[in-house]
């Protein structure tokens, strides 16, 4: 029976299924022989990287002895005769290799380019890379796919480090061409290798290349959504891109770092990756001490629009640890203010920390429907809460809130309570705050004439006074610059310069609250 071979040549990369396969194409050859045309559209087809067909492959291999890099480099070279050596060694990269010379160049390329990773001829395998692609869109459908499944099998055989970087020399080249291609089959095979060549950087965190990558990936795919083309539908499978455990560590640890440069190329590549990091970028928002971190992801997620904003603001009431509601709360309002909802659940949690965050959130949006809970918390609440409502109620400035602060603060016998009250009623500033305030600091005991309310209670009521912008508050202060309290003199002192006349007052009509 006919083979129609003349040589065949293993390398040293050859896989045992190559071998297999091999074996099995011999024991089906027909019984009238196969050619050298059959055989090259078998190596074609299995794209073998270790077994060549009719062709002299020459060893690399380097001196037993020690001998420096460089003689083991040159004495590689000489290895290779010149009658051997392929004819696009001496083209430019200018230069489109020749039809009828790029299938062999396509065929030898895998081992070409090991050869090189060994010998550190890192220049001329950029050459190589670049003569693979030049002219790539004028060549016949066949070779194009040839060329996109060589990349792939040259990139899945080589080690971790050599995988990185020929994915740097390759990643380029391959984004210029995609954009170029139009056969649907080509496109998504490129996306996919695309996707590979991005997961590679982010695990040896070239993280500027990597979103480079992704962004021409999305950008092909709305190219395409634009025009109705129907590749696009086909690319949304490639742009699908997980990051793995370890990946998702490295890029919270570039977050955390404190390094400028690392924390910004993190940022970068997790705003490249759109809704694909939501979910890592929620988990650093749930679990991470570390403040800055947790404020760039929720800025980054606040980039993603309403879905991501409402995704969070259910787990805001629906997670489980009073820890991670504390987070989410201490962040939201980067990503939302629409919070009204949540902060309703938040404001009657059962956890100290969860409420006390409700209320710094509360005055951080300065939600006015919020007065109402607050106000109840403030009335049904004791110790540190009770006083953190009111102080939340003062930075509102609610006006319909004075009654109900003047009601608390002449009922309560907390003197954190009593003091908050009075700041809160000073930031509120409207008129009707002067009465409760002058009745703390004129108040006296029934039985022992003392002040019923204590020193550090009275003086903040006197300090609230000096703030509220009306001449009756300066008037009531002017009253107690002989006060016993020091520090009431002097806010008394104060006032007494700027209170009006006794003719100015029966002018304006103001009367004096004794």
């Known amino acids: ?196 060549l991005f997961v590679n950087l982010v695990e040896f965190v070239e993280y500027p290349l990597a979103a480079r990558i992704l962004l021409q990936l999305k950008r092909r795919y709305q190219e395409l959504k634009t025009v109705g083309d129907s590749h696009a539908q086909k690319l949304t499978k490639s742009l699908g891109i997980r990051l793995n455990p370890i990946t998702q560590n490295l890029l919270v640890a570039d977050l955390k770092s404190g390094d400028a440069f690392r924390q910004r190329n993190a940022s970068q590549l997790l705003e490249s990756l759109g809704q694909v990091a939501t979910p890592l970028l929620i988990d650093i928002i749930k679990q991470e001490d570390d403040y800055r971190a947790r404020q760039t992801a929720a800025t980054l997620l606040a980039k993603q629009g309403p879905k991501a904003a409402e995704r969070l603001k259910r787990l805001l009431v629906l997670e489980i640890t009073a820890e991670e509601r504390t987070r989410i709360l201490q962040i939201i309002d980067t990503v939302t203010s629409d919070l009204t909802t949540e902060l309703f659940h938040a404001l009657e949690d059962e956890n100290h920390q969860v409420r006390m965050a409700a209320f710094r959130l509360t005055e951080r949006i300065n939600d006015k429907r919020m007065v109402g809970p607050l106000i109840e918390n403030a009335r049904t609440l004791k110790g540190q809460l009770a006083v953190a409502a009111v102080n939340t109620l003062g930075k509102l400035k609610p006006p319909d809130a004075v009654e109900e602060l003047t009601s608390l603060l002449n009922s309560t016998k907390e003197e954190e309570l009593r003091t908050a009250c009075c700041r809160a009623l000073g930031q509120i500033a409207k008129p009707d705050c002067i009465e409760p305030l002058t009745n703390v600091l004129n108040q006296k005991s029934f039985i022992t004439r003392r002040p019923r309310y204590s020193n550090q209670v009275r003086a903040t009521a006197a300090f609230a006074l000096g703030h509220i912008a009306h001449p009756q508050a300066r008037q009531t202060l002017a009253q107690f610059v002989n006060d016993q309290d020091q520090r009431i003199r002097a806010i008394a002192h104060s006032a007494a310069k700027t209170a009006p006349s006794a003719n100015s007052r029966k002018r304006v009509g103001i009367s004096v609250i004794q």
């Open 1 to 196: 029976m006919k083979i129609g071979l003349s040589s065949l040549t293993f390398s040293e990369d050859v896989t045992v299924e190559e071998v297999e396969t091999l074996i099995d194409a011999f024991g089906n050859i027909l019984p009238d022989g196969a050619d050298a045309e059959f055989w090259k559209k078998f190596a074609r087809d299995q794209a073998f990287s270790g077994i060549f067909f009719d062709k002299q492959i020459y060893e690399i291999r380097a001196a037993q002895t020690q001998v420096s890099i460089e003689k083991t480099t040159a004495l590689a070279e000489d290895t290779i005769p010149v009658e051997d050596k392929s004819p696009v060694d001496e083209l430019s990269t200018e230069e489109r290799i020749p039809e009828e010379d790029f299938e062999n160049f396509l065929s030898e390329f895998q081992t070409r380019i090991r050869q090189l990773f060994g010998s550190g001829a890192a220049e001329k395998i950029k050459q190589f890379v670049s003569l693979l692609f030049l002219g790539y869109q004028d060549r016949a459908l066949p070779i194009r796919e040839r060329v996109i499944h060589t990349c792939r099998s040259l990139l899945e055989s080589l080690s971790p480090a050599f995988q990185h970087d020929f994915t740097k020399f390759l990643a380029d080249p391959l984004v210029l061409v995609f954009f170029k291609e139009t056969e649907s089959k080509i496109i998504v095979e490129m996306a996919a290798l695309l996707n590979r």
